[in-house]
T-cell receptor, first 112, second 114 residues
Framework: GDSVTQMEGPVTLSEEAFLTINCTYT??????LFWYVQYPGEGLQLLLK?????DKGSNKGFEATYRKETTSFHLEKGSVQVSDSAVYFC???????????FGSGTRLSIRP | DTGVSQNPRHKITKRGQNVTFRCDPI?????LYWYRQTLGQGPEFLTY????????KSRLLSDRFSAERPKGSFSTLEIQRTEQGDSAMYLC????????????FGSGTQLSVL
């Protein structure tokens, strides 16, 4: 069935470092793809999305490109900040978009 | 817009007891979802409502679990005869039917079954 697999954490980086969090997916067709983020003590929130192949989603300096040839949707940021410390989830809609399924999450910690 | 509200934030119970959680979605959202999240895992889908109709239930949802959304507004999730394996964070999310891919999550109810 449809699924997402993302790199395991935790990931610890220094401030201003380059970030990549890998995500690959298995799906029937070409669904939209998402990154959700969960900041400490808060609910999950949508960070960015891409709706079709070769689309690039972006928000808050984060980017992810929908690559159908590699079935990937890796999250990148050129210069991370302490405030980016959170858990990041790759996700895709399932069952005619009636629900969303999530990867296992990657915890990111940024050192000042 | 106060966001999705869940109560209580924490619940500690003894094995075999019943517990009930409440979710108040964003007022104009007609879709409401329940998810369960355990440590180190992503949220797992449990069930969802469109207005008051429960349209889908996961196979993860045993007969001990029941969810309601009687007036198409708030929802309750009840777990009967709790087991230690039920310990998890229970998340509620809501969305519009046209923006169903963008979910708005509450902060969750952390259940600990002793």
């Amino acid at each position: 069935g449809d699924s997402v697999t993302q790199m395991e954490g935790p990931v610890t980086l220094s401030e201003e470092a380059f970030l990549t969090i890998n995500c690959t997916y298995t799906a029937t067709g070409y669904p939209s793809l998402f990154w959700y983020v969960q900041y400490p003590g808060e609910g999950l929130q949508l960070l960015l999305k891409a709706t079709k192949a070769d689309d690039k989603g972006s928000n808050k300096g984060f980017e992810a490109t929908y690559r159908k040839e590699t079935t990937s949707f890796h999250l990148e940021k050129g210069s991370v900040q302490v405030s980016d410390s959170a858990v990041y989830f790759c996700a895709l809609p399932y069952s005619s978009a009636s629900k969303i399924i999530f990867g296992s999450g990657t915890r990111l910690s940024i050192r000042p | 817009d106060t966001g999705v509200s869940q109560n209580p934030r924490h619940k500690i119970t003894k094995r075999g007891q019943n517990v009930t959680f409440r979710c108040d979605p964003i007022s104009e959202h007609n879709r409401l979802y329940w998810y369960r999240q355990t440590l180190g895992q992503g949220p797992e889908f449990l069930t969802y409502f469109q207005n008051e109709a429960q349209l889908e239930k996961s196979r993860l949802l045993s007969d001990r679990f029941s969810a309601e959304r009687p007036k198409g507004s708030f929802s309750t999730l009840e777990i009967q005869r709790t087991e230690q394996g039920d310990s998890a964070m229970y998340l509620c999310a809501s969305s519009t039917s046209t923006g169903g891919e963008k979910l708005f999550f509450g902060s969750g109810t952390q259940l600990s079954v002793l």
